[in-house]
T-cell receptor, first 114, second 113 residues
Framework: GENVEQHPSTLSVQEGDSAVIKCTYS??????FPWYKQELGKGPQLIID?????GEKKDQRIAVTLNKTAKHFSLHITETQPEDSAVYFC?????????????FGKGTKLSVKP | DARVTQTPRHKVTEMGQEVTMRCQPI?????VFWYRQTMMQGLELLAY????????DSGMPKDRFSAEMPDATLATLKIQPSEPRDSAVYFC???????????FGAGTRLSVL
């Protein structure tokens, strides 16, 4: 089955700096890669996703890149702000698959220091 | 504002007691997922349902955990008997068949003493 590895487990940056979180997956059939953000006391919420037919996707200060050959994908946050502090999870799945279940990485705790 | 609703938000109980957690998926969603979150294991998938039928519950300890969907608006996760190692945050998420986005509830924080 699919296995998703996520690094680093913790990341501390200064406000305004960039943050990068990396994930690798094992199943070449996976073609859908979402990122979820979990704030303290809340459930994870989708912030951006990418399908394997594109290599990069941007939404304001966040972007995700995908390297299908190497089976890894990354989340990039630019101009970080204190409200970006949270736990971020990557996941992998088969888009539109009959089951729809996501395999999550173990999460990265991002701290943005003012 | 459609959202997944989980009750209770917090539960403290003693070892050996039965615990029932409830989830109301977003209206119209036909897949439901139960996750357990701990510091050590991260987000673990316990079970998921499609159109109220259980598709996979291999992540659940069968001897003490059970998950059901009595109707399309309610999913339940029961632990009987509860043990201290069950202490965790339990999340429910819902989505649509053929889609991949999962919408999470706020979770139930369970403490078993």
């Amino acid at each position: 089955g699919e296995n998703v590895e996520q690094h680093p487990s913790t990341l501390s940056v200064q406000e305004g700096d960039s943050a990068v979180i990396k994930c690798t997956y094992s199943d070449s059939a996976s073609n859908y890669f979402p990122w979820y953000k979990q704030e303290l006391g809340k459930g994870p919420q989708l912030i951006i996703d990418i399908r394997s037919n594109v290599g990069e996707k941007k939404d304001q200060r966040i972007a995700v890149t995908l390297n299908k050959t190497a089976k890894h994908f990354s989340l990039h946050i630019t101009e970080t702000q204190p409200e970006d502090s949270a736990v971020y999870f990557c996941a992998a799945s088969i888009y539109g698959g009959s089951q729809g279940n996501l395999i999550f990485g173990k999460g990265t705790k991002l701290s943005v220091k003012p | 504002d459609a959202r997944v609703t989980q009750t209770p938000r917090h539960k403290v109980t003693e070892m050996g007691q039965e615990v029932t957690m409830r989830c109301q998926p977003i209206l119209g969603h036909n897949t439901v997922f139960w996750y357990r979150q701990t510091m050590m294991q991260g987000l673990e998938l316990l079970a998921y349902f499609r159109n109220r039928a259980p598709l996979d519950d291999s992540g659940m300890p069968k001897d003490r955990f059970s998950a059901e969907m009595p109707d399309a608006t309610l999913a339940t996760l029961k632990i009987q008997p509860s043990e201290p190692r069950d202490s965790a945050v339990y999340f429910c998420a819902s989505g649509l068949v053929g889609g991949n986005i999962q919408y999470f509830g706020a979770g139930t924080r369970l403490s078993v003493l």
